[in-house]
């Protein structure tokens, strides 16, 4: 089956450093990804996508890149803010008779030192 | 907008016993989900609904029922509750159309089962 998977399941920064999350991908078909953020007791909150005709895109403080060759992707966070601290969740869109479904990986949390 | 709720969002209950997750959305999606997230899991689909009267099986069913009687609303029924479903069980909503699957998410409700 195909699954979404991440390198690391904790990362610690430093209050102003960037932070970058991995996330491996099985699916060479796959079209589409997205990262979400979830604050310890809250739902998950969307965060950026990217379409696999892109190879990067921007948000506020956050860029993901996409890398089909080895199918990988990273979320960076530019100085980051103790607020980021959270899990990390990155997703593929579903295909075949699932397609518009998303499969999440496991999670990266992340812990912001002052 | 309140966007996604749940209710409850806490419950105890003893195995054997039944009850029903309510989630509600006031986006006007036409598709929504029911997912579990237990630690180290990441968030596995359970069924989900492309529209009001539809519902489908997702990643892990077995033990749960759905409805969607009515767009707005996606109810989740465990019949005999065991303590392999203690989890925190998180709604989602979404429109899937155009350049986005982004879901809503809901702020969960933790259940355990004794």
């Known amino acids: 089956g195909e699954s979404v998977g991440l390198h690391l399941p904790t990362l610690s920064v430093q209050e102003g450093d960037n932070s970058i999350i991995n996330c491996a991908y099985s699916n060479s078909a796959s079209d589409y990804f997205i990262w979400y953020k979830q604050e310890s007791g809250k739902g998950p909150q969307f965060i950026i996508d990217?379409?696999?005709?892109?190879d990067k895109r921007q948000g506020q403080r956050v860029t993901v890149l996409l890398n089909k060759t080895v199918k990988h992707l990273s979320l960076q966070i530019a100085a980051t803010q103790p607020g980021d601290s959270a899990v990390y969740f990155c997703?593929?869109?579903?295909?075949?008779?699932?397609?518009?479904?998303?499969?999440f990986g496991k999670g990266t949390k992340l812990s912001v030192k002052p | 907008n309140a966007g996604v709720t749940q209710t409850p969002k806490f419950r105890v209950l003893k195995t054997g016993q039944s009850m029903t997750l309510l989630c509600a959305q006031d986006?006007?999606?036409?598709?929504m989900y029911w997912y579990r997230q237990d630690p180290g899991m990441g968030l596995r689909l359970i069924h989900y609904s492309v529209g009001e009267g539809t519902t489908a099986k997702g990643e892990v069913p077995d033990g749960y029922n759905v409805s969607r009687l009515k767009k707005q609303n996606f109810l989740l029924g465990l019949e005999s509750a065991a303590p392999s479903q203690t989890s925190v069980y998180f709604c989602?909503?979404?429109?899937?159309?155009?350049?986005?699957?982004?879901?809503?998410f809901g702020p969960g409700t933790r259940l355990t089962v004794t």
């Open positions: 989602a909503s979404s429109f899937q159309v155009g350049e986005t699957y982004e879901q809503y």
């Open positions: 990217i379409r696999s005709n892109m």
């Open positions: 997703a593929e869109k579903g295909y075949g008779g699932s397609q518009g479904n998303l499969i």
């Open positions: 986006m006007n999606h036409e598709y």
